[in-house]
């Protein structure tokens, strides 16, 4: 699978599978997710793994969601 550029997104509709589900803790760190975080399914960003998600405005615990891009968050290291 080719990577994908987060920016051509932007403003797309797109399918999210969410992992890491609103309220859950970090198998590893322990912290607790305060929002649904997910990836966009079919996709390689630049560290080999899917596009990463944030859903927000959602205020339940969900496993999939369609939604609008509507920001990219380029975290470092």
Do not use: C
């Amino acid at each position: 699978m080719e990577k994908v550029d987060a920016k051509d997104f932007l403003g797309k509709i797109v399918d999210v599978k969410i992992d890491r589900m609103l309220g859950t803790k970090h198998p590893k760190h322990g912290f607790v997710y305060m929002l649904n975080y997910g990836y966009i399914p079919n996709t390689i960003s630049g560290d080999g793994e899917e596009l990463d998600a944030y859903l927000l405005g959602v205020y339940e615990p969900v496993e999939e969601y369609k939604g609008k891009v509507i920001a990219i968050i380029h975290r470092t290291k």
